[in-house]
């Protein structure tokens, strides 16, 4: 296992900053997820840890050795690419022993370290086929067999499930984290997917615009949000403008405008402008018709998704995403009252542009 370290790591491509003064510790057998919109740099990131991408400005390094300036075969990683990158003209088999054999490992051992890891990933009896006669999963296996069997140090993934349907990339991530936390492998993982970086991941970095906003455990950063971007980038987040009126014991109490609601929430902003953000999940009807945090609303559309069921609601000019139970009884047109409670309101500074969110 191996501790990743990188300090003000730096990546320009003419005029493009793609990596901006980035700066992360990756623990001993940690999946780390990086996540951000199309363009960000994570990516990028990954290929410099990968020695694939050298960095301008920087360094990185693995536990307490320097690797900014080595060359990717003598960093002992593995990579799983978004298209799987598979020799078409050769078998499972020979696919997957390829880097052994670059490697000069002896035929006998390699026999052995392949069997292992068909039977890790369930490829047994598939060693003959070549990558076309597979399904999109099975591929996805063989992708990550291959790199599996060099017994890397660090394994490194750029969105590897994103080819899957719906259902098969549910299957393949859970059994993507098992197989990592049965190896202990440290393990970076790149993903646009917030679900993917929420259900898999030990702690995530958010990035936008090649900087990395801020890294957490899943629910601390679903939770406690730093800014604005992270708020309405990971997961469905309802931003309301309110200002800032002082505090009412532990908690802050906001105004806002547009909904012509006061608000108990949680934050550290002391006065002035700032943003509300209130998850659709933190909603609930309301039995009572007064009291802190209660909300008229008219609903605009109602539909059902299975496990909950989905309101768009205006409240004064405000329109608000929510979600109840499914067996609730709402449909478009109705009057209802909703409360959230304080607690499950974020209120952050009103600075940024909302608008890229």
Excluded at 55 to 75: A, M
Excluded at 99 to 125: A, H, N, Q, T
Excluded at 311 to 338: F, K, M, N, Q, T
Aim: aromatic share 6%; proline share 4%; charged share 30%.
């Amino acid at each position: 296992m191996t501790r990743i370290r990188l300090e003000n790591v730096t990546k320009v491509y003419g005029s493009v900053v793609a990596v901006d003064r980035a700066t992360l510790e990756i623990e001993d057998g940690e999946f780390f997820t990086i996540i951000g919109p199309s363009g960000c740099g994570k990516t990028t990131t990954l290929r410099m840890i990968a020695g694939f991408e050298v960095p301008e400005e920087g360094r990185i390094f693995f536990d307490d050795r320097d690797v900014t300036f080595l060359k990717p075969y003598l960093r002992n990683t593995a990579m799983v690419f978004q298209n799987y990158a598979l020799w078409p003209h050769m078998t499972v088999y020979d696919n997957i022993a390829y880097g052994l054999r670059l490697r000069k490992v002896p035929e006998e051992e390699i026999k052995r370290r392949v069997r292992r890891v068909l039977e890790l990933v369930d490829l047994v009896g598939l060693e003959n086929r070549y990558p076309l006669q597979l399904s999109g999963g099975q591929q996805q296996r063989v992708a990550l067999a291959r790199a599996l069997v060099v017994e890397p140090s660090v394994l490194l993934l750029d969105e590897p499930l994103s080819n899957l349907d719906a259902k098969l990339r549910l299957e393949m991530r859970e059994e993507l984290r098992s197989l990592q936390r049965r190896l202990g492998i440290t393990t970076v993982y790149v993903t646009h997917d917030q679900l993917e970086a929420l259900s898999m991941s030990d702690r995530i970095a958010v990035m936008n615009r090649g900087r990395i906003l801020q890294v957490g455990t899943p629910e601390d950063l679903y939770m406690r949000p730093r800014n604005l971007f992270v708020a309405g980038f990971l997961g469905r987040s309802n931003l309301v403008k309110v200002r800032v009126k002082g505090r009412r014991n532990s908690y802050l109490e906001v105004y806002s405008p547009t909904m012509q609601e006061s608000l108990l929430a949680v934050g550290e902003v002391e006065a002035g402008s700032a943003i509300a953000v209130i998850r659709p999940e933190s909603f609930e009807e309301a039995r009572e018709a007064a009291g802190e945090n209660i909300l008229e609303a008219r609903v605009e559309y109602s539909m059902f998704l299975g496990d909950k069921r989905e309101l768009r609601v205006r409240v004064g000019e405000e329109r608000l995403v929510v979600y109840l139970p499914p067996d609730s009884r709402v449909e478009a047109g109705d009057r209802i009252r909703l409360r959230v409670k304080p607690e499950r309101i974020m209120v952050l500074p009103a600075t940024g542009d909302i608008e890229e969110i």
